[in-house]
């Protein structure tokens, strides 16, 4: 289980620590890994765009949103058409 902590500005945060945090949180609502690097003096490299410390955390709390949101809304399970599109693509 991974550690749980409150997403805020918080400055003890590491960058570590919030890069393991992002990433979790990052493939479990996109279902792929991000590419993220400390550059140094609050700059991160995401996804091979710059961006502030601030951006990963509102970013943070956008994908908890998602995630939260996606255990209250299931996606409902394909129907009999979608299934018949999908078996004729893979042909």
């Known amino acids: 289980m991974h550690a749980v902590f409150m997403i805020s500005d918080d400055l003890t945060l590491t960058p570590d620590d919030l890069i393991n945090e992002y990433r979790r949180l990052y493939t479990q609502a996109?279902?792929?890994?991000?590419?993220?690097y400390y550059m140094?003096?609050?700059w991160y490299?995401?996804?091979?765009e710059?961006?502030?410390r601030r951006l990963i955390?509102?970013?943070?709390?956008?994908?908890?949103?998602?995630?939260?949101?996606?255990?209250?809304?299931?996606?409902?399970k394909p129907?009999?058409?979608?299934k018949l599109i999908d078996k004729l693509r893979g042909m």
């Open 79 to 82: 129907g009999l058409v979608q």
């Open 30 to 36: 996109c279902g792929s890994d991000p590419v993220i």
């Open 45 to 48: 490299t995401l996804n091979n």
């Open 50 to 52: 710059v961006v502030h």
């Open 57 to 76: 955390i509102e970013d943070m709390l956008r994908l908890n949103e998602m995630i939260r949101n996606r255990k209250r809304f299931p996606r409902p």
């Open 40 to 42: 140094g003096f609050g």
